[in-house]
């Protein structure tokens, strides 16, 4: 059984402190090839600063969020209204359902987000939870399917939700099995910020516990995203042995312990990553 994490209050002392994080406009400028267009960069973060939480956003909270001139804020909103892609009421804009065809082109073209449905199913009707598939994606986890059985978050998940990738079961079984130079580079590049007391925030304490999960073969977390929530999470292969993305069921922590989670619900997701990793090169 894995031991459980321990969390820890303050950075790792012998690493030095994060430089502050570029802000989204940024990184565009930062590209300096000549063929790299910044205006269709631009529109895709506008596009990308509305999520579940804000679902109608002014120009003014758009630019504070992304870091891109009001004017250019502007006339991106502008271009996706016209495109059929945004509206607005007043002063407050919002995505139309139009944008759903942007990201169907994956979802339609992908072996694996085409024929996981029915597995996810599957293991939420065999276990009474929700599961969840996912792949990392910009050092975040992105849910590319789901089959939800009830809310068990503050957060709505969907398919395209995004949630840090180092203190989920998703993120870290996807992390253990990453390649030493790239685990390096995530870990320069995120910052571990305390979602509750117990999200592990120390660098050299979570590459232990993903060294763990490498050779258990799962991950479980134990509400470091949210109080009271518990999840466990394995890898899925393709025929080549790479992992391409993670499966994992969450349940509240009051009505599922850990030992549940090994021995009841692990068999179960280790049959569905086996199924759904012969549909991966």
Do not use: W
């Not at 987000?113 to 994606?137: F, G, H, K, Y």
């Not at 979570?206 to 890898?235: C, D, F, M, Q, W």
């Amino acid at each position: 059984m894995l031991a459980p994490e321990q969390s820890t209050a303050q950075e790792d002392p012998a690493i030095a402190p994060a430089p502050k994080p570029l802000t989204i406009a940024q990184e565009i400028e930062a590209l300096t090839d000549p063929s790299f267009m910044t205006s269709l960069a631009r529109g895709l973060a506008v596009v990308r600063a509305f999520s579940d939480q804000r679902r109608s956003l002014t120009i003014a909270q758009i630019s504070h969020k992304t870091g891109i001139p009001r004017a250019a804020v502007r006339r991106c909103l502008y271009t996706l209204k016209q495109l059929g892609y945004a509206d607005s009421e007043a002063n407050n804009f919002f995505l139309k359902p139009k944008i759903l065809s942007l990201g169907y082109s994956y979802l339609s073209s992908t072996p694996l987000t085409v024929s996981a449905q029915p597995c996810l199913n599957s293991i939420s009707r065999t276990l009474n939870e929700s599961c969840s598939l996912a792949v990392i994606d910009d050092n975040e986890v992105l849910y590319v399917a789901r089959s939800a059985t009830s809310r068990i978050m503050s957060v709505a998940l969907n398919t395209g939700s995004r949630l840090p990738a180092y203190c989920t079961s998703l993120g870290r079984v996807m992390l253990a099995n990453m390649p030493d130079d790239a685990l390096d580079t995530y870990l320069e590049n995120v910052k571990l910020r305390a979602y509750t007391e117990r999200t592990v925030v120390s660098a050299r304490r979570l590459k232990e516990i993903l060294a763990e999960i490498r050779l258990a073969g799962y991950a479980i977390v134990e509400e470091e995203l949210e109080v009271g929530l518990r999840s466990i999470a394995v890898p899925v292969r393709g025929a080549s042995g790479v992992v391409h993305a993670a499966l994992n069921v969450g349940a509240q922590a009051t009505r599922v312990s850990t030992r549940q989670l090994e021995e009841d619900f692990l068999p179960v997701l280790l049959k569905g990553a086996q199924e759904l990793s012969v549909l991966l090169p």
